[in-house]
């Protein structure tokens, strides 16, 4: 049974860090993604990680400000966002792919929302300027 449940978000001043967390079941052999959203606009991937690697593949809006992680003890997958910017505003999910079509071209497909079979519920972010 796969189940993705998604916390942390809040509201922020512009510079400061929050830690998004994505708990569930049925990491094991997948990717889970890291995708926002905001009113009017098409759903975006922020970052994509295999479970239990540790290198992420990231947009390049939040390069070197954003690191994915995979705790496998813990079967979560977090999202530290540090230096956040009032553009970061949104709707935060977290969804898992496991298709070896996915796992095997991640670095080219990673951002594409249709390659991910379950969702979290989001959690909204909000970075006040």
């Known amino acids: 049974d796969v189940q993705l449940q998604a916390s942390g978000g809040g509201l922020v001043q512009a510079g400061g860090s929050l830690r998004l967390s994505c708990v569930g079941s049925?990491?094991?052999?997948?990717?889970i993604g890291w995708f926002r959203q905001t009113p009017g606009k098409e759903r975006e991937g922020v970052a994509s990680?295999?479970?239990?690697?540790?290198?992420?593949y990231y947009a390049d809006s939040v390069k070197g400000r954003f690191t994915i992680s995979s705790d496998n003890a813990k079967n979560a997958v977090y999202l530290q966002m540090n230096n956040l910017k009032p553009e970061d505003t949104a709707v935060y999910y977290c969804?898992?792919?496991?298709?070896?079509?996915?796992?095997?071209?991640?670095?080219?497909?990673?951002?594409?929302?249709?390659?991910?079979?379950?969702w979290g519920q989001g959690t909204q972010v909000t970075v006040s300027s």
């Open positions: 049925g990491f094991d052999d997948s990717a």
């Open positions: 969804a898992r792919g496991a298709s070896t079509w996915l796992l095997l071209r991640l670095s080219a497909k990673w951002r594409n929302e249709n390659e991910y079979d379950y």
């Open positions: 990680i295999v479970y239990g690697e540790h290198n992420g």
